[in-house]
Nanobody, 127 residues
C-alpha cells in the first residue's frame, strides 16, 4: 500500500523561506509523478508544482513561478518544495500527491492524475 507523508511546514515572516518535504513508501513506480497542492481557508485546493520523476520535468502554477522550486531525491524517494520570497497569500495547507498522467510528463498539473495523497502540512506566512 502506498503511503505519502509531508513534513516541514511552519510559520514564517513574509519574504522568508521554507522547505516542505514529501516521502512516499510502498509499491511505487520509478517514473511516477509527484505534485504539491495547497488549500487556503475558505478556498478550493489549487495546484502548486509538479515533478515527473522519470525525466525530472517540472511545472509550476503562475502564482509561484520564480519563487518555488520542486526537486527530488530518488535515493530517499523524497520530493521537496523550496519556497522563497513567501507572501501572505501562500498561507495554506500543503498537500503532497503521487500518481501518473501525461499532463505531468508535459509539466502540467492535473489533479485527476493523482490518486495517493498525504494528510498535509500547514504553512503560515505572516506580515
Amino acid at each position: 500500500q502506498v503511503h505519502v507523508e509531508e513534513s516541514g511546514g511552519g510559520s514564517v515572516q513574509a519574504g522568508g523561506s521554507l522547505r516542505v518535504s514529501c516521502v512516499a513508501s510502498g509499491p511505487i513506480h520509478s517514473s511516477n509523478c509527484r505534485a504539491w497542492f495547497r488549500q487556503a481557508p475558505g478556498k478550493e485546493r489549487e495546484a502548486v508544482a509538479t515533478l515527473y520523476a522519470g525525466e525530472g520535468t517540472t511545472g509550476y502554477a503562475d502564482s509561484v513561478k520564480g519563487r518555488f522550486t520542486i526537486s527530488q531525491n530518488n535515493a530517499k524517494n523524497e520530493v521537496y518544495l523550496q519556497m522563497d520570497s513567501l507572501k501572505s497569500e501562500d498561507t495554506g495547507m500543503y498537500y503532497c500527491a503521487l500518481g501518473w498522467g501525461i499532463s505531468c510528463v508535459r509539466g502540467l498539473i492535473l489533479e485527476d492524475d493523482y490518486n495517493h495523497w498525504g494528510q498535509g502540512t500547514q504553512v503560515t506566512v505572516f506580515s
